[in-house]
């Protein structure tokens, strides 16, 4: 019984959150943007990117490892 109920709530979560993608908005880019050397490409990238997400397309995610 219990299996069958994790079953289908994780089924009913999938179907739920199934489209939703939360992307930068221009407030964010801008914001994140702003101390970098070259402005106007990493704007023009993020919203690159951006778009991308919202189509559906695969996008690359940099992991920058964290020193202490």
């Known amino acids: ?3 069958a109920l994790n079953l289908c709530l994780s089924i009913f979560v ?4 199934e ?3 939360f992307s930068l908005t221009n407030y964010q880019i801008k914001k994140i943007c702003k101390n970098k050397k070259r402005k106007s490409t990493c704007i023009k990238l993020l919203e690159e ?3 991308n997400l919202q189509k559906g397309n ?3 995610i ?3 490892h964290y020193k202490r």
Do not use: N, Q, T, W
């Open 1 to 3: 019984m219990k299996l």
């Open 14 to 17: 999938l179907f739920i959150f």
């Open 19 to 21: 489209d939703k993608s």
């Open 49 to 51: 990117k951006r778009s």
């Open 58 to 60: 695969l996008i690359e």
């Open 62 to 64: 940099p992991v920058f």
